[in-house]
Structures are given as structure tokens and as C-alpha cells.
């Protein structure tokens, strides 16, 4: 059951995708590294253009449907989920792309969020996660770490932070992926297999905010420290990451222990990556320690966890469509009439 | 023995118990069945905020109010003929707007000790065996006692579920009294509790019961009749306000073929009409209950944007929640109707009772310049006009539109000569396809002799751009923070919403003379009250006329002058005093107000001394 229009598009580039408007984010700001990405993958799912709605919300990533060749629409602060809900279930086949910031999303639109993820419908959330609110010019957000020093928190922030997959698990996502801003081809990878997922893909994309939150993910992105913090996931294949690869996660029963291959412990060992496994998906969100403490876990990209469960408008189409054929066509004639009428002469 | 039956022309009934009593039902029912012998009518539903508010209290008391009679009705009545009190509260609560020489029906199993305490009467003092009731025609039944007998060979049932057929003992009687057929309520229990025998078995028991109890009891000497009412021919039906705002937005969806999407977030008093128009699947009604008040608003704007027909329902508290959003359809430019059904505010203030204050809010709630034309219903049959008005509007001219009913018109029912579908106009909408001749890019915002942009919707090949909540450049509709262009945008919203007066009709009077003493300008669901008080005062010969609107923005162009020909202009409105200073403003016109906020309706009475006044 497949409601996203196929249809026959002439052969496109990136380049299709782009248009004459001048790109206003900050040099440096990493949206502009996602935007290509976006703009890259977009020729290859075989939609065309006309038929792309990409939705944002407020913020600096919300900007992005500005930028791009085809519908959008920037609309209002956390909204975006509730607006690309309306549209899908109004026109299922569209391709619908919403674009998020961490305040967008998971802030003024938490709500919203997590009705889109569990009513399921068929659409792409790219969640830019910057962890600071980059348009108000830098207050911590709901993915920054405690004791944050901000502008509106001199003294250290006092939230916890949000763990923004392990939230969309508990809201029944369908599909929780995470990749980042400075890894052009798994990123593309990544927005590949949530479009090609026929419900809500949840895609927590890191992003690089150079002007108030510089180098956040530093330590997860650069080369020298990536392969130590970094654990990339693939399905049906060991969980190892390290720069010599001689580093593993295995289960100890529920308890996953980061062990040395070759010491006691070979590959087959070790965690088998199942993102249609439920529960394991339940520890593998949680892989989430502060990557700046004594001892920790790397942190998870790829596809944490996918399943099938029918999308909203799906369910909603099929409603009708079963009501239709037992009660009949509706007749506005006889439904104004109503049961009960009398004639006056 | 035969009871003789005398002639009547006009009664008001009103039935009232605890909230659990099941009083509502009652009065539906009563209502139906009138409504089919052909009388007019007016309903008046009251009751409290709580599902089962506590039992016996004044607080709990769940009133409904009928007025039918074989002449026009406009109004549910000032006071009723006939009190039906399953309880002492609800004797205590209504008694003051029962007619002195009316009918009290009591129910003597609700004023023993403990509902009179419950009731607030003092100690000592129960209003069955003082004077208080001196003066009216006062019928004590014990009507538990009764319905328990009745129902004596039921087995299947309990004592506490036999009671719950008490009121079906009550419409009996009440039935025999007014000479009625009980075949319309027991079509309705088989409908309802047909798969439930016992249940259906001890209503409809019950229902003979208390008919069979008048005939034989001789206490009363007289039954009644009202003849059928003299309306203006043809087939009618009866119909409550929200109920008709459903209908009004199916009609409208058919009539544009727009497809109808309604994203909405329960509240009282409007959620009915999400209750209706979810069963209207096989009209390919798309009906989406959302997790809030925003996402209500947000989602019907993506539909809108998408093609579909988006609607939101809500009342004062949700409208202020979706204030943003609004702002959002405003300059979004996408047609959208927002129905807020009105109860008392501020906050959750008083969520049963009725209240005109959101007219304000409606006008100016937004932030920035952000007007929004709004049509109001003025009966319940007319919301089903009004509400197809609404529709006609945003999507003809791009807008959203906001539509004003109430708690007492949305629950309110009235006979309703219903249209054909062939008698309704069409609702013409057309999307941009493709460029027009000559024209080499597409200008989004570009408009046409109405001031209106074209609606064009995703999937529209070559016809690809982005819209948002950013100001945007004059007819590009590309992002702009130009000084210049925002002036030019806020007017051009401005201008397009205000030319809508070009296309709606000019303002006419209900009734009264074209020049005189006092105009009586009304809106929304004052108008029963309003057209019976002028309509009494003309009677006695006053110089006294009656306009109410159906526009209330813009407003339609005559307003002004039509003013101008009366030496005074009266406003009454169930708020504080709001479109009285919306007129003002406007016009310049020395209006006077008569206000009440009470929850209740304006009653005709206290119209009738309010207009009298200004002679």
C-alpha cells in the first residue's frame, strides 16, 4: 500500500531542486551541508517536484523551504507537524517533508511531535538538532546539555536535556534514525531510507550552529576523535566501532558492556544490530552518556529502529472507503430530510 | 371517563431535574414529537458544566425549555405555563419563571427531607405543605412510587435501574395532557435500546404508564391541544443550531466540490458538530480530532493549503489558542473557516451557559493588522445559511472567515424548512493550473479585480513556490523586510477583506418602518427576543424597527445610512457592550446598548421595557 505519488519525472539533478533565492543562514551554519544533501537524494526517490511539500515551523532550519524548487510553506513556531498532518491526511500522495529545529520540535511543538509519531502518518521529520535556539541569538534549548552557559543562563542551565530518539520511541515512532551535518553520504543515506519508509521517519540530523553553539558535536565529527565516539549502525552486522575496529558492544544479559576484540571477546560476541527489534532498540536509544565523561558509550548513527504500521491517512482512506460501501454513497438531500419531517399547507 | 380537551394557542413547558434525571432526553423527545404535529417551536437546553454535578443541589439542576405554539415562535419564552420538577431544587430554581395560575407537575419523591436539605430550604420548611405554591395549579405525583409498579414484572432489572425510567413516566403524562402519540418516542427507544429488552421493555412501560395515569386519576379536568402553526408552506424538519452547522458545512463542501476536512479539538458547546460530521464518512468528510485547540486550527490550515475545504470548530477558550494560526491563514492568504460557538468567558468561564462576548476577540484578537471578515447566525435553521455564507467567502476572496454562533442557538431547536440541493447556489472556486498568457513567472500573490490571490495547490506542475508567515514582497510573495512593501501588504489585506462588501447583500430591515424613532440593531442569537419585542411594540402603534446582521464584517454598505434614518439606535447584546463600540467607531452613531450577562438569553420582556425607555 504504497499513497505517495509515483509518477514519471524527467531525469532531475540537485541542481533542479534549488532556486534563485539567496541561502541567508550564517557561513559556516551546517543547514547549508544538509540543505545539499536534501537537494541531492531528492532526484534519485523519483517524485517530482510538484508533488514535494517541504513544511518547516520557526527557526533558523525553518528557513528552508525558501530554499528549495519546490511547494513549502515556512509557517508558525512548532507547527509544522500539525500542518503536514492536515496536508497529508488531505492529500495522501503529496511527498511531505517537515523541517525542525530542537526548539521547533521538541520545544513549542513537543506536542505536536509526538501525535505525528504516533498516529503515524506517512511523512519525513527532519529534526536539525543544534542544541541552543540560534534565531533568538542563543538561549540553551531542550537538547542542551545541564549547566549550560547561555545568555539566559549566565549561571549554568537547570534543565535536563530531552534524548530526542529515545522520546520518539516512546511516542511509537515507526522510524528513528540519526545522523549528522558532517557525514554528506551517510546523511544521505539516512533521508534515502526515511523516505523510503511508508510512515512517520523520525531523522535526528546534528548540526553545527558555528556562531553560538560551535562545535557541539565536535567530538562525535572530527576525524581524530569520530571512530573512538561514533558508532555506526548497520543491520545484521556487529556492533564495533574504534579506530583500529577493535572496539565492541556486546549484551550482558540487558546490560550492553563496551568490550576489546581479541581480548576474550571476537565479533560474534557481540550486539547483532536489529533495527526491527523492539526492546533492543529500547537500550540502544539510551546509548547517550555525556561523551565528555570518564567512561561511556559512543553514540548511535544509522537507523535505530523500523517497523510497519499503517499510516494515518492510510487508516483514515480505508475508513471512508469501508463506510462508503456500507451505508452508500452520502445524499445531501436525504440527510437535510432527516427522519422526521411534516408538510404545512 | 373522557376528559374534555380545550383549544390552546401557545405554551411554554419546561422540564427540569437533577443532571442525572435525564431531562435533556425528555425534552428532545417532547420536542420531536411536536415538531411533527406541526406546531412552532423554540427550545431552550440548560444545564450544568458537570456530567453529574451533585445530586440534588441547585447547582445540579438540568433544565429544558419548549415553547410551541399553533402562531409564530421566536424565542424559548420568558416563562413557562407548565413546570415539571423532579426535585426540590428544581422547583427552587425555576419557580420565579414559572406563570402565576401555570401548571406545577411535581414529582413527590424528590422533596422528601434530604433534597429539600440538598435544596437549600431551611429547616422545617418544604414548599409542598406552605404557600409558597398558592396560586398555581399544583399536581404532587409520585412518580417513583409509580414507575416502580409499572415496571413490576420486569426481573431482569434493578430498583436503581427500574428509577432511571422515571422521566419516561413524566413525558407520559405529559403526552396525555397535551393530547399527543407516543409512537415517536417509542420508535426512538427501539432505535436506541432495541438490543436491550429489559431496558427497552421498562421505558416504554414507564411511557404508557404515565399516560395511562393521566387518564385515570381525576384530578385533572382538562387536556390540551395546540393546533398546527400557520408557517409558510412546504416540509420542514426540526433542527438544532450546531447540528444545522454541520449540514451548512456539508452543503457548502457538495456545492463547491471541495472536499471537506474538519481538524478540531472537543470543547463545549461546539463539539456536536464534530460528532455530526464524523458520521458523514460516506461524503467523504475527513473529520480529524487533534491533540489540541492549535493543531485543531494548524492541520485544517494544511488541508486548506492542500485543496480541501478546512475547517476548525471551537468556542472563546480554544479561539484564543488558535489566535497565532488565524494570523498565519491570514497572511498566508488561504481560505479557511473558523466556528466559534460563544459560551461566558473569560478563561473556562462559564462553558453551558450563552454569551455574545467574542465578538472582540473575533475583530481584534490577532497580532498585527490582521483583519478577518466575520458572519454570525441568528437562529438555529440560520446557521445552516450562515455558515454556507462563511464558506462562499473564504473561498471566493482567499480568507480566512471567522463564523459566530452560541451556546443557545447551538443547542437550541427550531422548525427548519429545509432546502433541496437543487435550490442551493453554487459555490464557485477555481484553482491556478498554469501561467495565463504573457505571463512568465508565477506572481503568487499577484491579485485579481477583488483584491484576491489565486489559489493554487501542491501538485500543480510548473506552479512550484513557497509561501509563509515572513511579510512578503507585493505580488512575488518572496520574503521582504521592505518598509515600502509592508504598508502596501497591510492595506492590500486590508482592502480585500473590506471589498468583500461588494459581494454580500445590503443591509435590510426584519421589520418595522424605513424611518422613525428607534432602530433595534441586533446580532447573532438576540434576534427571537429582539423581532417578538418589536413586534409587540409595534402593536401598540410604536415607530420601532428591527435590523439584524448577518455581516458583521465588513459590514454591508447601507449600514451606515440605514442609521441615519432613525432618531435613536438601540443595541442589545448578551456581552458587555462590544458591537455597540464597533459601531461607534465606525459610524459615529449615538447608539445605545442594553446589555445582560447573565449566561441566559435576553428574555422579550425586559426588551420590550428596555426599548420602551428610549420613548
Known amino acids: 500500500m504504497t499513497a505517495t505519488a509515483e509518477m514519471t519525472a524527467p531525469v532531475l539533478t540537485a541542481k533542479d531542486f534549488a532556486n534563485e533565492q539567496e541561502v541567508r543562514w550564517c557561513p559556516g551554519c551546517g543547514d547549508y551541508s544538509i540543505l545539499k544533501q536534501v537537494q541531492t537524494i531528492l532526484p534519485q526517490i523519483g517524485i ?43 492529500r495522501p500522495e503529496l511527498s511531505v517533508w517537515i523541517v525542525s529545529g530542537d526548539g521547533d520540535s521538541l520545544s513549542i511543538g513537543g506536542n505536536h511531535t509526538i501525535h505525528l509519531l504516533r498516529r503515524n502518518f506517512n511523512v519525513n521529520l527532519l529534526l536539525f538538532n543544534n542544541q541552543i535556539y540560534g534565531l533568538t541569538k542563543g538561549q540553551y534549548s531542550p537538547t542542551s546539555e545541564e549547566n549550560k552557559v547561555t545568555k539566559s543562563s549566565p549561571a549554568g542551565s537547570l534543565d535536563h536535556p530531552f534524548n530526542p530518539a529515545a522520546l520518539a520511541l516512546g511516542a511509537d515512532a515507526t522510524f528513528i534514525a540519526r545522523s549528522m551535518d558532517r557525514d554528506p553520504k551517510h546523511l544521505q543515506q539516512m533521508l534515502l531510507r526515511a523516505n523510503a519508509h511508508h510512515g512517520a521517519s523520525f531523522l535526528e540530523i546534528y548540526q553545527n550552529c558555528n556562531i553560538f553553539n560551535d562545535g557541539a558535536f565536535e567530538i562525535f565529527t572530527e576525524k581524530s576523535s569520530k571512530a573512538e565516539e561514533a558508532l555506526f549502525l548497520e543491520q545484521g552486522q556487529p556492533l564495533i566501532f574504534g579506530a583500529n575496529k577493535d572496539k565492541g558492544i556486546r549484551l550482558n544479559g540487558h546490560k550492553p558492556e563496551i568490550v576489546k576484540l581479541g581480548e576474550g571477546f571476537n565479533a560474534d560476541d557481540l550486539w547483532i544490530h536489529d533495527e526491527k527489534d523492539f526492546f533492543k532498540a529500547q537500550i540502544l536509544v539510551r546509548l547517550f552518556d555525556n561523551p565528555h565523561s570518564a567512561e561511556h558509550f559512543p553514540r548511535p548513527f544509522g537507523v535505530f529502529f523500523e517497523t510497519q504500521r499503517a499510516s494515518y491517512e492510510d487508516a483514515m482512506a480505508m475508513q471512508i472507503d469501508e463506510f462508503t460501501a456500507k451505508k452508500g454513497k452520502g445524499n445531501l438531500d436525504k440527510l437535510l430530510q432527516g427522519n422526521e419531517t411534516w408538510e404545512i399547507d | 371517563m373522557s376528559v374534555p380537551t380545550q383549544v390552546v394557542e401557545d405554551v411554554v413547558i419546561k422540564f427540569a431535574g437533577d443532571s442525572g434525571d435525564g431531562m435533556q432526553l425528555t425534552g428532545t423527545q417532547f420536542t420531536n414529537n411536536t ?71 411535581l414529582n413527590l419523591d424528590g422533596f422528601d427531607s434530604k433534597n429539600l ?70 420508535a426512538f427507544l427501539e432505535d436506541k435500546f432495541g438490543k436491550k429488552p429489559d431496558i427497552f421493555n ?50 457548502a463542501s457538495e456545492q463547491s466540490g471541495l472536499p471537506l476536512f474538519l481538524g478540531t479539538y472537543p470543547i463545549t458547546p461546539a463539539t456536536d458538530i464534530l460528532h455530526d460530521l464524523s458520521k458523514f464518512k460516506n461524503f467523504g468528510v475527513k473529520t480529524f480530532q487533534a491533540e489540541d485547540e492549535i493543531a485543531g486550527i494548524t492541520s485544517a490550515i494544511g488541508a486548506s ?54 465578538l472582540f476577540q473575533a475583530y481584534y484578537g490577532r497580532n498585527g493588522e490582521c483583519p478577518m471578515p466575520i458572519v454570525s447566525a441568528s437562529t438555529p435553521s440560520d ?22 454562533s452560541d451556546g443557545y442557538i447551538a443547542n437550541g431547536a427550531e422548525p427548519w424548512k429545509f432546502p433541496q440541493t437543487k435550490d442551493l447556489k453554487k459555490i464557485e472556486v477555481s484553482f491556478k493550473k498554469e501561467l495565463a498568457e504573457g505571463e512568465t513567472k508565477l506572481r503568487p500573490y499577484k491579485r485579481d479585480e477583488k483584491g484576491v ?90 415607530s ?72
Not at chain 2, 227 to 242: Q, V
Not at chain 2, 582 to 609: D, F, H, M, W
Request: proline letters at 4%.
Open chain 2, 453 to 542: 490571490r489565486p489559489w493554487i495547490v501542491p501538485g500543480t506542475a510548473g506552479l512550484e513556490h513557497r509561501i509563509g508567515g515572513l511579510e512578503k514582497e507585493d505580488e512575488t510573495g518572496n520574503v521582504s523586510y521592505d518598509s515600502e512593501n509592508h504598508q502596501i501588504m497591510v492595506k492590500n489585506r486590508e482592502a480585500k477583506v473590506n471589498n468583500i462588501a461588494d459581494y454580500i447583500p445590503l443591509q435590510t430591515l426584519d421589520s418595522g418602518p424605513e424611518q422613525g424613532d428607534v432602530l433595534v440593531l441586533g446580532w447573532g442569537s438576540t434576534y427571537g427576543a429582539i423581532k417578538s419585542a418589536v413586534a409587540e411594540l409595534q402593536g401598540k402603534g410604536k
Open chain 2, 35 to 105: 415538531a411533527l404535529i406541526g406546531n412552532d417551536l423554540s427550545t431552550f437546553p440548560d444545564y450544568p458544566a458537570e456530567i453529574r454535578a451533585p445530586l440534588g443541589t441547585v447547582a445540579g439542576v438540568s433544565g429544558f425549555q419548549v415553547h410551541f405554539s399553533s402562531q409564530r415562535v421566536y424565542t424559548p419564552g420568558d416563562s413557562c405555563d407548565v413546570l415539571v420538577a423532579m426535585n426540590a431544587a428544581a422547583l427552587k430554581v425555576n419557580i420565579k419563571t414559572t406563570k402565576k395560575g401555570g401548571i406545577i407537575i
Open chain 2, 544 to 615: 420601532v424597527a428591527h435590523a439584524h446582521l448577518r455581516y458583521v464584517r465588513p459590514f454591508p454598505k447601507n449600514l451606515g445610512e440605514m442609521m441615519k434614518n432613525y432618531k435613536q439606535v438601540l443595541i442589545p447584546e448578551i456581552n458587555n457592550g462590544q458591537l455597540i463600540k464597533i459601531i461607534k467607531a465606525e459610524y459615529l452613531v449615538n447608539a445605545k446598548g442594553y446589555n445582560k450577562i447573565k449566561g441566559t438569553p435576553i428574555s422579550r420582556a425586559e426588551l420590550v421595557g428596555a426599548i420602551e425607555e428610549l420613548f
Open chain 2, 202 to 251: 421498562s421505558n416504554v412501560l414507564a411511557l404508557k404508564a404515565g399516560y395511562n395515569y393521566g387518564d385515570t386519576i381525576e384530578a385533572f379536568t382538562t387536556r390540551y391541544k395546540v393546533e398546527k402553526a400557520k408557517l409558510p408552506s412546504g416540509k420542514y424538519r426540526s433542527i438544532t443550531g450546531n447540528t444545522a452547522v454541520a449540514y451548512g458545512l456539508l452543503a
Open chain 2, 305 to 358: 493549503y492542500g485543496g480541501s475545504l478546512g475547517i476548525t470548530t471551537t468556542s472563546g477558550p480554544g479561539m484564543a489558542l488558535k489566535g497565532e494560526a488565524m494570523g498565519l491563514a491570514v497572511i498566508l492568504e488561504i481560505p479557511l473557516v473558523i466556528i466559534n460557538i460563544q459560551r461566558g468567558g473569560p478563561s473556562t468561564g462559564l462553558p453551558t451557559k450563552t454569551e455574545q462576548s467574542d
Open chain 2, 117 to 186: 436539605r440538598l435544596a437549600g430550604y431551611a429547616d422545617g420548611v418544604n414548599p409542598l405543605n406552605d404557600d409558597s405554591l398558592q396560586g398555581f395549579e399544583v399536581y404532587k405525583i409520585d412518580v417513583t412510587k409509580l414507575t416502580r409498579e409499572a415496571l413490576t414484572d420486569i426481573s431482569g432489572l434493578g430498583v436503581k435501574e427500574k428509577d432511571r425510567a422515571k422521566n419516561m413516566f413524566v413525558l407520559g403524562f405529559i403526552y396525555w395532557l397535551y393530547n399527543r402519540d407516543l409512537q415517536t418516542t417509542i
Open chain 2, 383 to 404: 446557521c445552516f445559511d450562515a455558515v454556507f455564507e462563511a464558506v462562499r467567502i473564504a473561498v471566493q476572496h482567499m480568507t480566512p472567515v471567522i463564523f459566530l
Open chain 1, 48 to 90: 517530482a517536484r510538484e508533488n514535494i511539500v517541504v513544511v518547516s515551523g520557526i527557526g533558523c532550519s525553518s528557513r528552508f523551504p525558501y530554499y528549495m524548487n519546490t511547494y513549502g510553506m515556512h509557517s508558525i513556531h512548532g507547527r509544522a507537524t500539525a500542518i503536514a498532518s492536515g496536508l497529508k491526511a488531505a
